[in-house]
Nanobody, 117 residues
Framework: QVQLVESGGGLVQAGGSLRLSCRASGMTFEINSMGWYRQALGKQRELVASISSNSYTNYGDSVKGRFTISRDNDKNTVYLQMNDVKAEDTGVYYC???????????WGQGTQVTVSS
């Protein structure tokens, strides 16, 4: 089993920056890609950014040019640097880890990000 623990969420003003972290523990050999998803109140969960084990990245359209995902494989940690945040970025951010041999991914508990105007 893999456990994902997010940290770094909080309240930030529009135009500001925030850095999220997600550390994986347990059977980390099962992990391939990792990523961040978010869910706003009353909305479906959507992709924010993902990163492969060799640092290939993919971003949701709404965050391109503002957010940067990175990972430290030795520490089994993925980061999300959020710059120029907007009110629409408000939501619960969930860490995700894709499994190498299974279709069902691992999920963290989520961390709240609130952007004030």
């Amino acid at each position: 089993q893999v456990q994902l623990v997010e940290s770094g969420g909080g309240l930030v003003q529009a135009g500001g920056s925030l850095r999220l972290s997600c550390r994986a523990s347990g059977m980390t050999f099962e992990i391939n890609s990792m990523g961040w998803y978010r869910q706003a109140l009353g909305k479906q969960r959507e992709l924010v950014a993902s990163i492969s084990s060799n640092s290939y990245t993919n971003y949701g359209d709404s965050v391109k040019g503002r957010f940067t995902i990175s990972r430290d494989n030795d520490k089994n940690t993925v980061y999300l640097q959020m710059n120029d945040v907007k009110a629409e970025d408000t939501g619960v951010y969930y860490c995700n880890a894709a499994r190498r041999y299974y279709t069902s991914p691992f999920w963290g508990q989520g961390t709240q990000v609130t952007v004030s105007s």
